[in-house]
């Protein structure tokens, strides 16, 4: 996966000025935070070269698994950005979004590789089966191809391409992923919801603090308006 990020609320359009700097630590650390992203993968690699114990008994099923948690987590940590920014004032956290976004669509694009290739064997007709009979598998399918487009027009040429309204509608499909992805997962889960559960309160938080911000905005907008 090359140049991809998933983000909300962008405010780049043709013509306007660059964000601003951020603090001379940041350009430093996102080597650091890219490092820290590839850990679980590293450790994968390692699993099945070097030290296959690892991956335990089930090794295909510890790295389907594996790379689909790290794939909601980074959905998670990247629509976090935004809240935490206005809530803290650190719009150095702008920085990073687009990393994060890119490692979410990194883990689930290794995620669903994983699944083709340990569970289906790269066997066609018994993918499309698969995908039209198990609903978890749709819909888990179905937020991968989602996230592509968001993949492909993350950056800022894309931004200036499209326009900055038409590309902020686009990549709000982030919100669609992020549900799709955490009702694949609770579908899938079928004893213990606790992740389940954990994963949706946090994604309704996420969601429901842009709601309420989007409404707490009207009256002002109708009072300036007036």
């Known amino acids: ?14 013509g306007a000025p660059k964000p601003a700097r951020g603090p001379d630590w940041v350009r430093w ?6 490092l820290a992203g590839l850990i679980p993968v590293a450790r994968l690699v390692y699993g099945v070269f070097g030290n296959p114990d690892l991956l335990g008994a089930n090794p295909a099923e510890t790295i389907e698994h594996t790379t689909g948690d790290w794939c909601l987590y980074f959905l998670l940590i990247t629509l976090s950005v935004t809240p935490l920014r206005r809530l803290t004032g650190w719009n150095w956290l702008i920085k ?10 990194f883990y689930g694009f290794i995620h669903l590789m994983a699944y083709l290739g340990f569970d289906m064997v790269f066997d066609a007709e018994a993918i499309v089966k698969d995908i039209w009979k198990r609903p978890f598998v749709t819909v888990g399918f179905a937020a991968l191809l989602l996230m592509t487009p968001l993949a492909i027009t993350s950056t800022r040429g894309w931004v200036l391409r499209l326009g900055g309204p038409r590309w902020a509608r686009l990549h709000q499909l982030i919100y669609v992923v992020a549900t799709l992805g955490v009702l694949h997962y609770w579908w899938l889960v079928k004893r213990d919801l606790t992740w389940p559960i954990i994963f949706a309160a ?6 429901g603090w842009r709601v309420y911000m989007k409404v707490r905005k009207r009256p002002s907008a109708r009072r300036a308006a007036a």
């Open 202 to 207: 946090m994604l309704a938080i996420l969601l």
């Open 1 to 14: 996966m090359a140049n991809a990020a998933l983000a909300d609320k962008p405010a780049a359009r043709r």
């Open 29 to 34: 650390s996102k080597p650091v935070v890219l």
């Open 96 to 105: 990073f979004r687009r990393m994060l976004g890119l490692f979410a669509f």
